[in-house]
Structure formats: structure tokens, C-alpha cells
């Protein structure tokens, strides 16, 4: 067996996860093992141990059992992630606590940039290995400290294309790899659409047929996690103690409400996404205000064009703000339209849909459509994008939609996106999510992430 740099391992907290890292661990294992997870599942294999449980809210000064603490370089440093992290705090005060003043948000921060640092000193790990994009406060905490101490840091991404993960070192840098290696084909001189492997064939195949996305329904599931589904809604303790919430901004969305554009008026579809989550904290960067992505995209309309916004099916009223729906109530051009209507409706009916990384930017490519991204989609930089950086090149791009100019993409320009991101990524499953909507077997998921794993490990890496 070969011996690792000590590594630090966070997350991994899904029967797919463990297995995978189990699997790895006996064929490369590290000189020092950590774990920050919800529970100790690899045993005497783990030689440090922090649990991931309430938020890391015990992670404060007094209990801080660390020698090392961080001098005011660091927090310097990290001034540009503090604003990230601090938004990211509202995901951890639930319940009778939501909406925690400034200062109390701050000071936990810095609590928990005190304990990174310090398990990192203190553990002398060379390599840390998240399981997913760190999107909750503390590990994105600890990404951010371990970044600035130069140390190597990794975690795993899956995509929304089938059976599609990348690796990165950076949320900034994520997918930076498969823009590249699509320069790279565009400057090739192969001719003709490229040879997919098989699982981004079914993709491209589903996203130019008619079809419902795995995520949309629950006829795929067993009766006990259907159950689970909806016991979840239910049950939901902090929903209950915010009832006044639910109320108050429920009212607000309903009279915000408008009837979506007619068969004659120009719009951009623009569907919200859920909030909190991963795809717009930390991937959205400053887009992560859905409203200043709104405001932006209605400021860059051409005359007479409207924005036809959809609220997100799974939003729960008690985590999107009054404020929010009377701020597009007050923008004339905007239309937040019933979440009753058909999502692929408005996306054959529009002009181009508007997202900051959601999977309908990447629908609307197949169907002909142009796609706005605010933020680090995997699409950005793909044929038919307009990457959202300057408002005033926002206005141009949609003018030559306006005038017909724009240059759409073809399927043939997908395939070649489709082999650029099949260069640039892994196949296999890392998302225990995903697993509904891959065709390989639970065994075959893990084995191909145990060797991802094993090979990321490796000394000579």
C-alpha cells in the first residue's frame, strides 16, 4: 500500500460517499487521516475527528482547543470570501434564531477561521478532499483558509449532463478546464460533429427529445423515500416556527403576481432558483441576489421586451424575503408569472432564457435558444452563451437577438461542447442525487469513484 500526505477529508457523509472512500483508502492510504463529517463511519482508520453536526455552532473562541491562532494577515486575506461566507451563514440559524444580526454572523465567522486554521496547523495536513463544492459555512470556511496557506485543495462536482463529475481546486476555476479544452476544439481542424462516449450520446439525445427531468417527478422512487419526501415538507420544525414568515412573504409573492407576456410581446424567461443552495452560494458570486441579476437583465432589454420570472417549485415562502417580490413588483418590464406555468412553454415561447447556473440555460441551448448566464454555469463560455460580466455588452448581445444576428447554436456546436466537457470531466456518479438518473449500477458508481479517489490520492499526484 502507498502512503499518502496526510489528508484531510470532508463530507462524505452518503452511503455512496463512504463506500467510495473506504474503497480508495484501502489501496492508498495517507500518512495521517482526518475526517469532518456527520459521524466517525471509517473507525480506527481516522486518526482526527470533527463532527459536522448543528452548523459548527460549538466551534467558538472558548471551546477553540487550538494552540495556533490566525494573525490579521489572514483575515485580511480572506477579506474577499468573507462577504461569500457571510451570507452563507443564514443557512445555519433556523427557526426561532433566522436572521442573525451582522456582528453575531461576523464573530462566528471569525470562530471558525480560528478552528480551520487551527486543525490545519495543528493536524499538519498537506491535502484537503471535500465531497461536494463547499457551499455551507464552515467548509467553505475551511477551503478559503486552506487556500490562503497554500495548501492543495480538491473537492468533486457533479454536473447537470448524465453521468458527469469534474474536480477543481477552485470554485472560481471550476470550469475552466472544459472552456479551454472547447477553444481548443474550435481551433482544431477536425470537421463534422465528434464521437461522444456513450452516457453524453443519451445526453445529447434526451436534451434534443422531449423529456422530463428526473428531478421534476418522484415515479422513479420507492414508496419509503416518497414517503421521505414528503414527510421532510411536513415536518419541517423551522417552517413551523416561522409561520408569520410564510405568511408575510407568501402575501408579498401573490401581489406581486402578474399574467405572463402574450403570444405577441418579446420576453427572456428567467426561472428562479432555490435558495439557499450550492448553485447560487457560492456559484452564483455576486449574482447570488437573483434581484441584481433581474435588475441588470431589465436595464439591457431592447424596447418593449419583458422578463417573464418564475419562482422556484421548492421555494419555501419562509426563506425568500417580502422584500424580494416588492422589489420586481416595482420594475415595470418584470412579469413574475404563477409557478403554475409550464416551464418548457415559456422556454419555447421566449427570445433566450436568463439563469444564473440553473439546468433550464442549458434545456433552452437545445431548443434553439440563447442562454444568459450570471454565474459559473458549466455551459458558460459554450456556443450560444452570453456570460454576463459588462451590462452594456449585455445590451449589445441582446440586441443582436433583437435583429437577428446572434449566432444560436446547432447541435453540431453542442456535440463539440458535449466532447469538450467529456475531455475535461470523469464518468460516474458522486452525487448520491444523481444516482437517480444514471444507468450504471450503485457497485460500478462506487468503483469508479473509489478510483478517482484513489488516483487524486496518490503521492505523486
Not at 456559484?283 to 422578463?307: C, F, H, S
Not at 433566450?352 to 447556473?357: Q, R
Request: glycine share 6%.
Amino acid at each position: 500500500m502507498t502512503e499518502a500526505p496526510a489528508t484531510l477529508f470532508f463530507g462524505f457523509r452518503r452511503p455512496l460517499n463512504q463506500a467510495a472512500l473506504k474503497q480508495a483508502l484501502a489501496t492508498c492510504r495517507p500518512v495521517r487521516v482526518g475526517l469532518v463529517s456527520r459521524s466517525n463511519f471509517l473507525g480506527p482508520l481516522t486518526d482526527e475527528f470533527l463532527s459536522a453536526r448543528n452548523g459548527f455552532r460549538a466551534c467558538t473562541y472558548r471551546a477553540n482547543p487550538y494552540a495556533h491562532f490566525p494573525g490579521g494577515h489572514l483575515l485580511e486575506q480572506l477579506w474577499p470570501n468573507e462577504v461569500t461566507a457571510l451570507r452563507m451563514y443564514e443557512r445555519i440559524f433556523r427557526g426561532a434564531t433566522t436572521g442573525q444580526s451582522y456582528d453575531k454572523r461576523r464573530t462566528l465567522y471569525r470562530e471558525h477561521v480560528a478552528w480551520a486554521y487551527g486543525l490545519l496547523r495543528e493536524g499538519k495536513y498537506q491535502r484537503l478532499i471535500f465531497s461536494e463544492i463547499p457551499h455551507h459555512p464552515f467548509p467553505y470556511v475551511l477551503h478559503s483558509v486552506a487556500s490562503a496557506m497554500g495548501l492543495e485543495v480538491l473537492f468533486l462536482a457533479q454536473i447537470q449532463t448524465k453521468e458527469t463529475y469534474v474536480i477543481s481546486e477552485s470554485i472560481d476555476g471550476l470550469f475552466e478546464p472544459i472552456q479551454t479544452a472547447y477553444r481548443d476544439l474550435l481551433r482544431s481542424s477536425q470537421q463534422g460533429a465528434p464521437a461522444l462516449a456513450p452516457h453524453l450520446e443519451a445526453e445529447f439525445e434526451r436534451r434534443t427529445a422531449e423529456h422530463t427531468p428526473f428531478y421534476m417527478g418522484v415515479s422513479d422512487l420507492s414508496w419509503n423515500k416518497r414517503l421521505y419526501q414528503r414527510s421532510k415538507k411536513f415536518f419541517r420544525g423551522d417552517d413551523r416556527l416561522r409561520l408569520h414568515r410564510t405568511i408575510r412573504n407568501g402575501l408579498a409573492y401573490r401581489r406581486a403576481r402578474r399574467q405572463a407576456p402574450h403570444a405577441r410581446e418579446r420576453f427572456i424567461y428567467f426561472p428562479l432558483h432555490l435558495q439557499p443552495e450550492a448553485t447560487t452560494s457560492p456559484m452564483g458570486g455576486v449574482y447570488v441576489d437573483q434581484n441584481l441579476a433581474i435588475e441588470t437583465l431589465a436595464r439591457a432589454l431592447p424596447a418593449g421586451w419583458k422578463v417573464a420570472v418564475k419562482e422556484n417549485p421548492a421555494q419555501r415562502f419562509a426563506k425568500r424575503e417580502r422584500d424580494f417580490y416588492e422589489h420586481l413588483e416595482g420594475i415595470p418590464a418584470v412579469h413574475l408569472v404563477s409557478k403554475q406555468e409550464n416551464t418548457f412553454d415559456l422556454i419555447e415561447r421566449c427570445e433566450a432564457v436568463a439563469t444564473i447556473t440553473g439546468t433550464a440555460g442549458w434545456e433552452a441551448l437545445f431548443r434553439g435558444k440563447p442562454t444568459i448566464a450570471f454565474g459559473r454555469a458549466f455551459y458558460r463560455g459554450g456556443p450560444g452563451v452570453i456570460a454576463v460580466d459588462d451590462p452594456a455588452e449585455l445590451a449589445s448581445q441582446l440586441r443582436s437577438i433583437e435583429d437577428g444576428t446572434f449566432e444560436h447554436a446547432t447541435h453540431e456546436d453542442l456535440r463539440r461542447f458535449l466532447r469538450a466537457i467529456q475531455s475535461a470531466s470523469h464518468h460516474g456518479v458522486v452525487d448520491p442525487a444523481y444516482l437517480r438518473d444514471s444507468d450504471l449500477s450503485f457497485g460500478d458508481c462506487v468503483d469508479r469513484y473509489a478510483n478517482t479517489l484513489a488516483k487524486i490520492m496518490a503521492p505523486d499526484r
